[in-house]
């Protein structure tokens, strides 16, 4: 169960850590699809720092700092049911796996950290 937590949550970091620093780095696809589900840009640095910080948290959990981490799990599996919630407001469904693809890692983080405990 241990190396299943280990290996889920670095995957979950390394996506959050780089959807964050594409969002940093205004990234053509990012903007395209802030634009079609009607997100301001001016939301993007503190989405940034949302995801970062998620990251960050999963990090620390894995370090030693579980309820950390499982904090950090529900904030992104919180974050990503907006992010869902966004795109089926605005119909559009077309790209809608990549926020559910982050939304069940979240949510694997977040029950691998608990059963690992």
Known sequence: MFASYVIITAITILANAG???AD????RFVLANMAEVGVPRSWLPPLAVLKGAGAAGLLL???GMRP???AAAIGLVLFFVGAL???V???????IAFPGAYV???IA???LAVAAH
Do not use: E, Q
Request: hydrophobic fraction near 70%; glycine fraction near 6%.
């Open 109 to 111: 983080s977040a029950a």
């Open 68 to 70: 950390l981490g499982i």
């Open 61 to 63: 959990g894995l370090l």
């Open 19 to 21: 959807a964050a620093a």
């Open 89 to 95: 407001r605005a119909r559009v469904f077309h790209n």
């Open 104 to 106: 069940a890692l979240a």
């Open 24 to 27: 940093l780095a205004r990234a």
């Open 85 to 87: 919630a966004a795109h």
